[in-house]
């Protein structure tokens, strides 16, 4: 569910189309709303507006003008919901690959407005949920690597089990108060620039 207090920018060079957007949206009760008719500058004027949704009508765009859009799309990280007159299968897919959130073709009426806003962030929140928690996964799939191989040059150097080499990291990690995977990237690091002899 969207909350009515969403701050919304609305970009369309079009007037009598950028009216349609707005009065869907205020009749669903979004009073926080911006129209921009001139794209020049567009991303600063996003960053100056902060919005929390963007609903872009390109009516129909020369590919220049989709690019340039999808790679607004790219550097924005908002919600956007796009809406052209026309399209084909190879810009549905660039805006997919650019997060667009909602690519809505031939469908700009003023009752359709809220639940293409709604489904835009809807799915702008579960992309983004997604995309953190791979981050999340990657970085401790990394983490573990690195333990990994500090555990090996602390087996191999010092004569250790890997048990006791894990005891060493995470007790040194304690008495320093940082992370294992820290203490473990510093010893491999190190070894690294010490020479091959204490390589993994």
Known sequence: M??????VLVIDENRIR???????????????????????GIARRIAEIEPDVIVI????????????????SRAVKRPIAM???????????AAVDAGVSAYVVDGLRQERVKPILDMAV??????????????????ELESRKVIDRAKGIL?????????????????????????????????VTAAGLLGPAEDE
């Not at 809406?83 to 897919?93: G, K, L, N, P, Y």
């Open 2 to 7: 969207v909350r009515s207090s969403l701050a």
């Open 18 to 40: 950028a009216s349609i957007i707005e009065a869907g949206l205020r009749e669903a009760g979004h009073q926080q709303v911006t129209v921009i008719h001139d794209v020049t």
């Open 83 to 93: 809406f052209v007159d026309r399209s084909d299968q190879a810009s549905i897919e």
């Open 122 to 139: 809807s799915r702008f929140n579960a992309f983004s949920r997604m995309a953190r928690e791979l981050e999340e996964a990657r970085s």
């Open 155 to 187: 087996m191999k150097s010092r004569g250790l089990s890997e048990e006791a080499a894990y005891t060493l990291l995470r007790k040194t990690a304690m008495n320093q108060n940082r992370k294992i995977s820290d203490i473990a990237q510093s010893l």
């Open 57 to 72: 009508d390109l009516e129909n765009p020369n590919r220049d003008m989709l690019e340039n859009m999808f790679q607004l």
